[in-house]
């Protein structure tokens, strides 16, 4: 039995809070003991105990925190951890130093470009302390490996591609019509939707003034967002959405539960970001059929290649409306991406493919190590 520690410093929910989730419940019971590590008890220590795992609770704020390190090299020790599994690059950071320390495996997992940040004060040593302590890097995307390795100052045979993976017995193709139901929509409303928590990187703000310009072609369009939105940013936007006249035609959904319901109540998913490690969202969408227009963004131009959606520039409202307004005049396009979209979640991006490579690259370093602890 391979003991594994499962460490992150955030409590989502989110993407990586997301991943984190399906790996700390999803590695093979029979070969594999975990443990999750989790800031607090919110969305992600809720989603642990439902799936059956009971998370330690090890709060992480601040910048080299030494009372969490201490915490972490005592729940080691009583685990007997074999592999720190850790999510996101402050996470990182402290499985890095405690990997030293104990002579654990570390297998560091990046999500996004924004898990690094630029002007931070400690960067210089914070990727020293990655570099040295983590026996793995693992990236989300290929795209987000060539922007990362180098500024970490990687080797190449320390770094892995693995992607993210759905649940396609949750997330698949079921038409539904229950959300223009709940909106009170007529029938012949064209529904687009996004979904992630508003965020700066996420641009809604380009996507609101994207569908004032939809809106102003085809007036049946309503846009739905669904994401935690209790924040100054969502403040923010509601406002832009009032100023562009937009109340009755775009929806703040805020935090739903029932994201798979939604995916498939719409007629075209959007992904607006301005930078993206590799998007969850826009999977799931694919997973259930739905048709995609993304930013090229980092992650999208990986998942939707051999056209499996259409991919527009960040930052560019006008694009981003012309694309969903192609789909939406064009259902025969719609339909054939959608089609290969699905074949390409089933053939790259299920959540046992992606479960099989975390369970590998564990195994790998255990046996490397030593062996397990038995």
Known sequence: MISVMHVIDTGGPGGAETVFAQVATGLDPRRFRSTPIVPSRAWLAATLEARGAIPVIAPAQGSFNLAYLLKLRSLAQRTQTDVIIAHLYGSAVYASLLGRLGSIPVIAVLHGQTDIAVADRFAVWKAAIVRRGSREVVFVSDELRRELAPRLGLRANRCTVIPNGVDTDRFFPAPDRSLRTELAMPDDAMLIGAIGNVRTPKAYDVLL???????????????????????????????????????????????????????????????????????????EAMACGIPVVATRSGGPEEILRDDAGLLVPTGDPGALAAAIERLIESPDLAQRLASTALARVCAHYSLATMLDRYERLVTSLADESGGPHR
């Open 209 to 283: 003034r994207a569908a004032r310009l939809l809106v102003d072609r085809i007036p049946r369009v309503h846009l739905v967002i669904a994401g935690d939105a209790d924040n100054a940013l969502g403040r923010e936007l509601g406002a832009l959405r009032d100023a562009l006249g937009l109340r009755s035609q775009v929806t703040f959904l805020g935090l739903r539960a029932d994201i798979a319901q939604i995916l498939r109540n719409l007629d075209v998913f959007v992904l607006s970001s301005r930078t993206e490690g590799f998007s969850i969202a826009c999977v």
